[in-house]
């Protein structure tokens, strides 16, 4: 499968927090060939295993996209909703919808407001919240089967245009996608570190699986992989590769030092982006696990955050797979920190 396939299938699948199901499919299916054990964890982690010498080494990437979730249908198929994750209300109007429910079934259904003509005057401008917006699921033939607590993500095809990828849930997913390239690069040397590559369940509401897989590994290193904002002003954009974390309480020094001097010593494509306190990734458990876990955060630039319309640059994603396998190899043998 092409790297561009592989983005736009994983942002596709349907995976709310807690429900990533469906992405772990997609993710078996790829990486499984290069990898020795695959599994999912008690806490509802995807765990792939690629086993060696030397440092054990965990790669967290969370598969969970914010969706929202079903609290009440009344008899016409109208539906109220709350959100799971951070999602700005106004990139929910007039969108389409796909909802999961509790007997298996996929029903869709749309988000609709008031038309612009029955709207007051001094309230047109002003953005719903989510108590004015519902779910309209009454063009299914058996709505009243939606319930309670069936979980719905906005139903968006993710394309390709001109080197780029635009989709739901590029967040985290094309970090996902780096993790499957990176077994892919390692599965060329025939001697590698001890690699777990963690892809993460409910990440969107506290790094709650980041913390359970880091502490039960007992690895050497965790690195954690998140996207980060594209943005002119602080020189982080698309295309110029992945964003290293630097500085900061929750940066381990010695291990960035060794990425930092072999990124720029293979000559590859780095920003960066301080990182002054808490991250809001799974960096932020995985380094408080058990007795303490050096960790590194790296961050893939994108545009359009927490939208169905997330936009990647794909050669960001080969870049940072191929400077990761290359790091690890570098830390095969490595001298302890």
Do not use: W
């Amino acid at each position: 499968m092409s790297l561009a396939r592989l983005l736009m299938d994983l942002s596709n699948a349907f995976g709310p927090v807690g429900y990533e199901d469906e992405v772990h499919s997609v993710i078996r299916q790829e990486i499984e060939p290069f990898v020795d054990e695959i599994y999912t964890d008690e806490i509802g982690n995807l765990i792939a295993v690629k086993k060696g010498t030397g440092k054990r080494i965990g790669i967290f990437t969370h598969v969970d996209e914010v969706s929202l979730v079903i609290s009440k249908i009344d008899e016409r198929g109208f539906a109220r909703f709350e959100e799971l994750g951070g999602i700005d209300p106004k990139v929910l109007i007039s969108q389409r919808v796909r909802i999961k429910s509790r007997d298996g079934k996929e029903r869709y259904g749309v988000i609709g407001m008031l038309a612009p003509h029955l709207q007051k005057k001094e309230t047109r401008g002003e953005v719903p919240s989510f108590d004015e917006l519902f779910i309209d699921a009454s063009i299914n033939p058996d709505y009243s089967k939606i319930d309670i607590g069936d979980l719905a993500v906005v139903d968006f095809s993710a394309f390709e245009m001109n080197g780029k990828i635009s989709g739901k849930a590029l967040d985290d997913r094309a970090c996902a996608a780096i993790s499957i390239e990176t077994a892919k690069e390692l599965s060329k040397y025939l001697s590698t570190p001890t690699v777990y590559f963690v892809f993460t369940t409910r990440e969107e509401v506290g790094a709650i699986g980041a913390k359970g897989a880091a502490e039960s590994l007992e690895i050497d290193l965790g690195v954690a992989m998140d996207v980060t904002h594209h943005e002119k002003e602080s020189d982080i954009e698309i295309g110029k590769g992945p964003a290293l974390t630097v500085g900061g309480p929750n940066i381990h020094k010695g291990y960035f030092k060794l990425l930092d001097d072999y990124a720029k010593d293979q000559e590859f494509k780095v920003q960066y982006e301080f990182g002054p306190g808490r991250t809001g990734t799974d960096a932020d458990n995985v380094q408080i696990a058990g007795s303490g876990v050096p960790t590194l955060l790296l961050s893939l630039p994108q545009m359009f955050m927490h939208t169905p319309v997330e936009v990647v640059q794909i050669s960001d994603v080969a870049g940072t797979s191929r400077l990761l396998a290359g790091f690890f190899i570098s830390l095969k043998g490595g001298e302890s920190l």
